[in-house]
């Protein structure tokens, strides 16, 4: 099928997994994740109605970048965030999902501020337990959002909390992290939940995310 057949076929799986839940499906950003796709299949996504795009190297978001500016989508970057590619990736994005410390807060502060910009970011959360995984523990969010609060950090927005489930057959293994990080933000009050990938959406909306990261689905 093509880009344009895959993007109408989520749009009604979403739709009838927001039914589900009494859930409304505008409450849904939907981020096209275009890692190692070419600019035209990206184009014809865009082109399709997509609005938000979402890329998890700094390089190849550099690479890419002239194109998806000219594009004027949305720019989410959601992959692990070294120290030496923050000022490249503040310039190119309008959202950061994987701020996992209050170092790499600052450094995005600073270089949005050098850039007269504020940035918006989702702080990454580990629900899973996984070793291999980036982001904080859960018990560590509500002390970082309150240092947060205290300090002079005027060019970051914190919009959201994000999470990757573990990737598994088992729904009560996937539901658990989804829910940890919903329990989370009814207790700190937050907006946003970047949550759902191509295996799990669907759990995912069911269980409270309002930004999902799709790749696979739109492109296979």
């Known amino acids: 099928m093509s880009v344009k057949e895959n993007y109408s076929n989520l749009q009604k799986e979403i739709k009838e997994a927001c039914e589900k839940v009494r ?15 070419e600019i035209p299949k990206i184009k014809e996504l865009v082109e399709a109605g997509i609005r938000d795009i979402g890329e ?10 002239p194109d998806l500016k000219e594009m004027k989508a949305d720019i989410h970057f959601i992959g692990h965030l070294q120290s030496n590619k923050v000022k490249k990736v503040v310039e190119m994005s309008d959202y950061i999902h994987s701020v996992d410390s209050l170092d790499l807060l600052r450094k995005i502060h600073y270089a949005a501020s050098d850039m007269n910009k504020v940035q918006s970011v989702f702080l990454q959360v580990n629900t899973s337990g996984e070793k291999q995984k980036f982001g904080m523990p859960p018990k560590e969010v509500e002390s970082m959002m309150s240092t947060m609060k205290n300090l002079p950090y005027d060019n970051v927005e914190f919009i959201g909390l994000m999470t990757m489930a573990q990737h598994t057959e088992d729904e009560e293994i996937i539901r658990d992290s989804f829910r940890t990080l919903y329990d989370l933000k009814e207790h700190l009050n937050i907006t946003h939940l970047s949550m759902g990938m191509s295996n799990d959406y669907k759990i995912a909306i069911e269980e409270g995310s309002t930004v999902l990261r799709i790749g696979r689905k739109l492109f296979e």
């Open 56 to 65: 998890s190297k700094a390089q190849e978001l550099e690479e890419k970048y």
């Open 23 to 37: 859930r409304k499906p505008e409450e849904i950003t939907l981020v096209g994740v275009t890692k190692n796709q």
